[in-house]
């Protein structure tokens, strides 16, 4: 069963200003966090462990959080 995304405002603004080459990798790791988030190779925040983070392709960071009770994955912001 697939997770719920929620967006917040940052995110969405950040993910219209990537360089369109990206997106296709940013959506295809939201896909694979969507579906799954212990297959994906995503590491906790040292200062919040709630928070986590992936790199795409080595230039983008996706910062997100895991609502296991909500079945939910929050993205927080995408930073390039």
Same mark, same amino acid.
């Given at each position: 069963?697939? !997770?719920t995304l929620y967006f917040a405002p940052t995110a969405t603004t950040a993910l219209r200003m990537i360089?369109?080459?990206? *997106? !296709?990798?940013v959506w295809a790791v939201i896909d694979g966090l969507r579906d799954n988030p212990d297959t994906v190779g995503y590491r906790a925040d040292s200062v919040d462990p709630s928070v986590c983070s992936i +790199? *795409?392709?080595g230039d983008? +960071?996706?910062?997100f959080e895991i609502l296991d009770e909500q079945h939910a994955i929050h993205i927080l912001d995408i930073e390039e």
């Open positions: 069963m697939k !997770r360089d369109r080459r990206m *997106v !296709r990798h +790199t *795409v392709a983008v +960071t996706i910062w």
